[in-house]
């Protein structure tokens, strides 16, 4: 099997679209993700999985911290400015959480600590001891067949 073919199999998964979040010392950095899971109630415990070549994974590794915010529909452009696909006119306004920055109107941020790192495949997964949460209301932007969409409820008589 080839690398798209997979890729099209994963797709076909709708999932939510979040920014990571941590600072490096000096500045906020943030990247798109869909690659999440919410693992552990006692103790509250989250994944992520980042791709080893990419810079969010020395900066967490540097912080030991990071937030995951989970985005409206009303954010594609932070999205899109955060996976290098097109810059966000005006730059992006961040707020921060303990000293952690964050993604300001998201549906819901997760701040986290560090609490394992493991590399699995071309990845590695941080599991991440949650500190403090955020929530908003709106609707979530979804990701399906590599296209960002919306969410409609449908209701049931
Ligand atoms: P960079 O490429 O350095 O940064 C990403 C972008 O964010 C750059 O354009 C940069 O200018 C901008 N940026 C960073 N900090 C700031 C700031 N402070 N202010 C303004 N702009 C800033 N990859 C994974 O590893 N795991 C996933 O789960 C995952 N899921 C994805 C889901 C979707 C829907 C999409 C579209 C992409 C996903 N990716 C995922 C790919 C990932 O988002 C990109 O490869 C990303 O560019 C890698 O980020 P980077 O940390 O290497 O940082
Ligand atoms: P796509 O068709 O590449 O992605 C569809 C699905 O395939 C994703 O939701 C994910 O589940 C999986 N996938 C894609 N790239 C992967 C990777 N390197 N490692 C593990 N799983 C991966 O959709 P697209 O619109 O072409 O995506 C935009 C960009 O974002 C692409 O460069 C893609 O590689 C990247 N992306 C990376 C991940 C990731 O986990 N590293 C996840 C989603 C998208």
């Given at each position: 099997m080839d690398s798209r073919e997979f890729r099209n199999a994963m797709g076909r998964f709708a999932t939510g679209v979040t920014v990571i979040t941590t600072n490096d010392g000096t500045d906020a950095h943030g990247m798109t993700a869909n690659a999440f899971m919410s693992i552990?109630?006692?103790?509250k415990l989250i994944t992520i999985s980042i791709d080893n070549?990419?810079?969010m994974l020395k900066k967490i590794k540097a912080s030991g911290q990071y937030a995951v915010n989970f985005l409206s529909d009303q954010q594609q452009d932070i999205s899109m400015n955060f996976a290098g696909q097109k810059k966000k006119e005006g730059g992006v306004d961040f707020g921060s959480i303990q000293g952690v920055p964050v993604i300001k109107e998201s549906l819901a941020s997760v701040v986290c600590d560090v609490d394992q790192e493991i590399v699995v495949g071309d990845h590695t997964l941080f599991i991440g001891s949650v500190k403090d949460v955020k929530v908003t209301d709106g609707n979530p932007l979804t990701f399906y067949c590599g296209k960002y969409g919306d969410y409609r409820q449908k209701e049931y008589a």
């Open positions: 552990s109630l006692e103790p070549h990419a810079n």
